[in-house]
Structure formats: structure tokens, C-alpha cells
């Protein structure tokens, strides 16, 4: 069983509501990441986070796309309001400062009707 | 435009026999490279990792061979086992960022 906690497994919804994704580090992770992975693709980065701060959200799109870690600890990433092309595996990975590997959680997988 | 490239989407090898998979990037940046193997309904999981300073690391059963100059990198798994079957990721990073770049995966099948 994975170290990084995340929740829910599986999500579906409509096309034009809201969604989020729960995040739980390693405990002591520094570093945490938002992946989403299209079916047949590897895992992009959408965001990275060190403590509190975001580091690089290059790839978010941040028109419908956010994210936080307000204490340092936890995450969440919303999305709002989530199209069809969202349907996705997002995953959450974090890694001890300026260290690799990153370790990955199970990841929710997401479903838009 | 894909910087890390695995070109095989599948392999399929007899259990005990040897599986290499291949990896090629295009990113002559890239200083650290790593190996993830994924079971349907996991995350990735690490597996094995290598710097640009080497050409060559091994742990157990798994090696990773790096070409500087051809761009292109391998894992073998020696011998393979059924349980070795699962997607493997091949992913790269530069000069201490910590942004990893993946390709699309290769699912590796080992029959019995």
C-alpha cells in the first residue's frame, strides 16, 4: 500500500461542476507534486509545492485549475468547472527536499460525464 | 514534442529470460534518470535510478545501462519473474530540478 495517502479512488461527475483531490505526504516531504496522467501517456506535472510555496505550476491551467497546501502538510487540487478532457488519473507524489526518488500515491482516477 | 521517448508501448518475454526496455531522450540537459514500474490501480513505484556520471547501475536483478552520447538508456531484468509484469516508466530530470519528465510507458509482460 502506498505511503502517500490520496482520496477519493474514483470520482465521477458531470462536465461543469466542481471536483477535488486530496493529498496526504510522507510523513516529513518537503516536496510535494500533482501529476495527471491521459490514459497512454506518462504522468505530467501540474504542480510542485516545497513547504507552503508553490515552485512550478507552468503546466496548470489555471483558468479552471487550482492548488493548495496551506500548512506545508496536506494538498488539495480543485478543478472548476471540470470539461471532458479533464478525465484523468491524477496523482500526488512528494519527496524529501531536493531529493529523488519521488514516491507516488494510488492516485483518483476521474471521470467526467 | 516528447523529450523522453519509449518507443516499445509493449514487450512480451518468456519468465527467466532476460526483458530490456528501452528508453531514448532528447534533452541533452537531462543529468538524472530514473525507472518506475506500475501495477493497474497503483501509482508508480521507484525502481531503479541512475546519474550521468555513470553508465551502469545494478540492484538485484535490475540494471540500467546509460549511453551519453547515443542519448538512450535500458533497464534489464535478469531473470524476469510473472510478477515483473506491469507498466515501467522511463523518467529524466536536469541540473537538480526536481521536475521529472516521463514517457508514455512500456507494459511488460512475463509469461510463466
Known amino acids: 500500500e502506498a505511503e502517500v495517502a490520496q482520496s477519493p479512488r474514483y470520482k465521477i461527475t458531470e462536465k461543469s461542476q466542481a471536483v477535488a483531490f486530496w493529498c496526504d505526504p510522507i510523513s516529513g516531504h518537503a516536496t510535494l507534486y500533482w501529476y495527471r496522467q491521459i490514459l497512454g501517456q506518462g504522468p505530467e506535472l501540474l504542480v510542485q509545492f516545497q513547504d507552503e510555496s508553490v515552485v512550478d505550476d507552468s503546466q496548470l491551467p489555471k483558468d479552471r485549475f487550482s492548488a493548495e497546501r496551506l500548512k506545508g502538510v496536506d494538498s488539495t487540487l480543485k478543478i472548476q468547472p471540470a470539461e471532458l478532457g479533464d478525465s484523468a488519473m491524477y496523482l500526488c507524489?512528494?519527496?524529501?527536499?531536493?531529493?529523488?526518488?519521488?514516491?507516488f500515491g494510488d492516485g483518483t482516477r476521474l471521470s467526467i460525464l | 514534442d516528447q523529450q523522453v521517448k519509449q518507443n516499445s508501448p509493449s514487450l512480451s518475454v518468456q519468465e527467466g529470460r532476460i526483458s530490456i526496455l528501452n528508453c531514448d531522450y532528447t534533452n541533452s540537459m537531462f543529468d538524472y534518470f530514473l525507472w518506475y514500474k506500475k501495477y493497474p490501480a497503483e501509482g508508480p513505484t521507484f525502481l531503479i535510478s541512475i546519474s550521468s556520471i555513470k553508465d551502469k547501475n545494478e540492484d538485484g536483478r535490475f540494471t540500467v545501462f546509460l549511453n551519453k552520447s547515443a542519448k538512450h538508456l535500458s533497464l534489464h531484468i535478469v531473470p524476469s519473474q510473472p510478477g515483473d509484469s506491469a507498466v515501467y516508466f522511463c523518467a529524466a530530470t536536469q541540473g537538480g530540478s526536481e521536475k521529472l519528465v516521463f514517457g508514455k510507458g512500456t507494459k511488460l509482460t512475463v509469461n510463466p
Open positions: 507524489a512528494s519527496s524529501l527536499q531536493g531529493d529523488q526518488p519521488q514516491h
